[in-house]
């Protein structure tokens, strides 16, 4: 996400979204109360029989956010509250679908978790797509900066093998089905690199035929695994080469965080867990590390102690310790949200 200007004295940022990743990031600072404007498309009346659609100006105080992850729409509806046409009235009813592109406006009173989601934001997507697959299988997935989207599935019948020729034709019409269909995926999402996991046989197979796709043949690389499942595309993460494009990426460092937590709890050392007790070791300036998840905030806001707990979030910056918001629907927010939701590593143990 791009911040085009700032003006923090009448509370409002103007931004560009730069990628998928950004909606998720918006979806996170954009909630109801709060007012955005920006261009969009209206249709207005040229007479009583003719409209055209015409792009305004609109400012919309928000009433309702959609968004669901891995899609490339964010879309806000709410109250019009001015606009560039007097034939669009205020209090009219308007949704701006926010997409790739899209610049706006947001005009809030803006929260240390909200400065994190744009400075998180203004990494770049490491755009990712991995591919674990064996004859018959396949699992296809992109890597995010904020979790891991399990795109889609293959799967067809390669027959006995017993039926030699029936086996060997099966396999062959995989092959070009799963390469024809990883090119065009990647292609679509303009994946920067293709990390495709897989036996050995079928990683030799699909190297001698890789050259034939445009997309593919130079941004691919192979990862010998064991299966082609989601346990798969965990065995590719875990690779040295998936490593190699993904150690910058926050989810990456994430995974790191979380594993080191739960190593931490389950030794009883340097780590805790729960609002009550992070806040106290937050208080001690002995937090290192801290972790909160999606669904914390959203409940921190709709139990009315957000205030609270953003102020407890700059404090742990003044006593320079990092924060990692988590989001919950991703593998490792459900982690975090069966230790409270909020957790943290410690510079040394409280006890």
């Given at each position: 996400?791009?911040?085009?200007?700032?003006?923090?004295?009448?509370?409002?940022?103007?931004?560009?979204?730069?990628?998928?990743?950004?909606?998720?990031?918006?979806?996170?600072?954009?909630?109801?109360?709060?007012?955005?404007?920006?261009?969009?498309?209206?249709?207005?009346?040229v007479?009583?029989?003719?409209?055209?659609?015409?792009q305004?100006f609109?400012?919309?105080?928000?009433?309702?956010?959609?968004?669901?992850?891995?899609t490339?729409?964010?879309k806000?509806?709410?109250k019009?509250?001015?606009?560039?046409?007097?034939?669009?009235?205020?209090?009219?009813?308007?949704?701006?679908?926010?997409?790739?592109?899209?610049?706006l406006?947001?005009?809030?009173?803006?929260?240390?978790?909200?400065?994190?989601?744009?400075?998180?934001?203004?990494?770049?997507?490491?755009?990712?797509?991995?591919v674990?697959?064996?004859y018959?299988d396949?699992?296809?997935?992109?890597?995010?900066?904020?979790?891991?989207?399990?795109?889609?599935?293959?799967?067809?019948?390669?027959?006995?093998?017993?039926?030699?020729?029936a086996?060997?034709?099966?396999?062959?019409?995989?092959?070009?089905?799963?390469?024809?269909?990883?090119?065009?995926?990647?292609?679509?999402r303009?994946?920067?690199?293709?990390?495709?996991?897989?036996?050995?046989?079928?990683?030799?197979?699909?190297?001698?035929?890789i050259?034939?796709?445009?997309?593919?043949?130079?941004?691919?690389?192979?990862?010998?695994?064991?299966?082609?499942?989601?346990n798969?595309?965990?065995?590719?993460?875990?690779?040295?080469?998936?490593?190699?494009?993904?150690?910058?990426?926050?989810?990456?460092?994430q995974?790191?965080?979380?594993?080191?937590?739960?190593?931490?709890?389950?030794?009883?050392k340097?780590?805790?867990?729960?609002?009550?007790?992070?806040?106290?070791?937050?208080?001690?300036?002995?937090?290192?590390?801290?972790?909160i998840?999606?669904?914390?905030?959203?409940k921190?806001?709709?139990?009315?102690?957000?205030?609270?707990?953003?102020?407890?979030?700059?404090?742990?910056?003044?006593?320079?310790?990092?924060?990692?918001?988590v989001?919950?629907?991703?593998?490792?927010?459900?982690?975090?949200?069966?230790?409270?939701?909020?957790?943290?590593?410690?510079?040394?143990?409280?006890?």
């Amino acid at each position: 996400m791009k911040i085009i200007k700032k003006n923090l004295k009448n509370n409002e940022i103007n931004i560009k979204i730069e990628s998928l990743d950004d909606l998720w990031y918006l979806s996170q600072i954009i909630v109801p109360g709060i007012i955005i404007n920006g261009k969009t498309y209206r249709k207005v009346g040229v007479n009583e029989k003719v409209s055209e659609r015409k792009q305004i100006f609109i400012e919309l105080n928000v009433e309702k956010v959609e968004f669901k992850d891995f899609t490339d729409i964010l879309k806000v509806l709410g109250k019009i509250v001015r606009s560039s046409d007097e034939r669009v009235q205020k209090g009219e009813y308007h949704s701006f679908n926010l997409s790739v592109n899209d610049e706006l406006t947001i005009i809030k009173e803006w929260s240390t978790v909200d400065f994190d989601y744009l400075n998180k934001s203004a990494k770049k997507d490491s755009n990712l797509m991995l591919v674990a697959a064996d004859y018959g299988d396949a699992t296809i997935a992109y890597y995010h900066n904020y979790s891991i989207e399990y795109s889609s599935t293959l799967s067809e019948e390669m027959g006995g093998k017993r039926e030699v020729t029936a086996f060997e034709k099966n396999k062959a019409e995989f092959l070009k089905t799963l390469l024809s269909t990883i090119n065009e995926l990647a292609k679509n999402r303009q994946a920067k690199a293709v990390l495709i996991g897989a036996t050995m046989n079928l990683i030799d197979a699909m190297k001698s035929k890789i050259i034939e796709y445009d997309y593919l043949k130079n941004k691919s690389s192979f990862v010998k695994i064991n299966y082609s499942n989601k346990n798969g595309i965990k065995e590719i993460i875990n690779s040295g080469e998936a490593q190699k494009s993904i150690e910058q990426s926050q989810y990456y460092e994430q995974q790191l965080l979380i594993n080191k937590l739960l190593e931490l709890i389950s030794k009883s050392k340097n780590s805790t867990y729960g609002y009550k007790f992070v806040k106290e070791a937050i208080n001690k300036g002995a937090v290192q590390e801290l972790l909160i998840s999606t669904n914390f905030i959203k409940k921190a806001k709709e139990q009315n102690f957000f205030k609270e707990l953003d102020n407890l979030i700059k404090t742990a910056a003044e006593l320079n310790a990092n924060l990692s918001i988590v989001n919950s629907d991703s593998e490792l927010g459900e982690q975090l949200d069966n230790l409270t939701g909020i957790a943290a590593i410690l510079r040394y143990n409280l006890e």
